[in-house]
């Protein structure tokens, strides 16, 4: 089975770029899907099937997969930006849905 | 618009069953590809997916969860249910139930919080 890897924690100046990656053996095969969740908030869905945005939600971000890294890109991050993200994927093999570890964003 | 609701007790001891129902309106569970899934996060950890039914009522569960994991639909009261046995302080998390659309999960609940403990 899959285990997505996340970095624990990433720090970001306000106006620069946030990229948090998303880990697994040739997961650029698969599709990725990636949420946002603030303290004591539900999470959101931010990117899915890879680069796709949901509406409403910003252009700022955006995601890309190839090999063996998914990533999700936070342009010019705003101090509302700061939140845990994780990534997710399916195992069509079985069905199975797998979520990574989760990343904290904090916008310094 | 879709929403979603999940209700059930905060307080279960160990050992007991737990039962949480998720209501949601504005998602015909009786239409092809629509489902809906429950997925939990203990306290400061990472979100752990739980199970899933399909509109065709086909349902698939964690591998390391299946054995005390049961979930069922209502269509009449548009309602999905989650049953989990043998319930532990580990189990102590917030649960939610989610539409799955295409792979991804595009709606959730405001999640449900339950503590195990005597």
């Known amino acids: 089975s899959f285990v997505l890897t996340q970095p624990p924690s990433l720090s970001v100046a306000p106006g620069q770029t946030a990229r948090i990656t998303c880990e697994e053996n040739?997961?650029?095969?698969?599709?990725v899907h990636w949420y946002q969740q603030r303290p004591g908030q539900a999470p959101v869905l931010v990117v899915y099937d890879n680069t796709d945005r949901p509406s409403g939600i910003p252009e700022r971000f955006s995601g890309s997969n190839s090999g063996n890294t998914a990533t999700l890109t936070i342009n010019r991050v705003e101090a509302g930006d700061e939140a845990d993200y994780y990534c997710?994927?399916?195992?069509?093999?079985?069905?199975?849905?797998?979520f990574g570890g989760g990343t904290k964003l904090t916008v310094l | 618009q879709i929403t979603l609701r999940e209700s059930g007790p905060t307080l279960v001891k160990p050992t007991q069953t737990l039962t949480l129902t998720c209501t949601f309106s504005?998602?015909?569970?009786?239409?092809?590809?629509?489902?809906v899934g429950w997925i939990r996060q203990p306290p400061g950890k990472a979100l752990e997916w739980l199970t899933v039914i399909y509109w065709d009522d086909v349902k698939r569960y964690s591998p390391s969860l299946e054995s005390r994991l049961t979930t069922t639909k209502d269509i009449s009261k548009n309602q999905v249910v989650l049953t989990m046995t043998n319930m532990d302080p580990v189990d102590t998390a917030t649960y939610y139930c989610s539409q799955r659309r295409g792979s991804s999960w595009s709606r959730w609940g405001q999640g449900t919080l339950v503590i195990v403990s005597s």
């Open positions: 040739n997961i650029g095969s698969h599709t």
């Open positions: 997710q994927m399916w195992e069509s093999i079985n069905d199975h849905v797998v």
């Open positions: 504005g998602l015909p569970l009786t239409t092809s590809g629509v489902a």
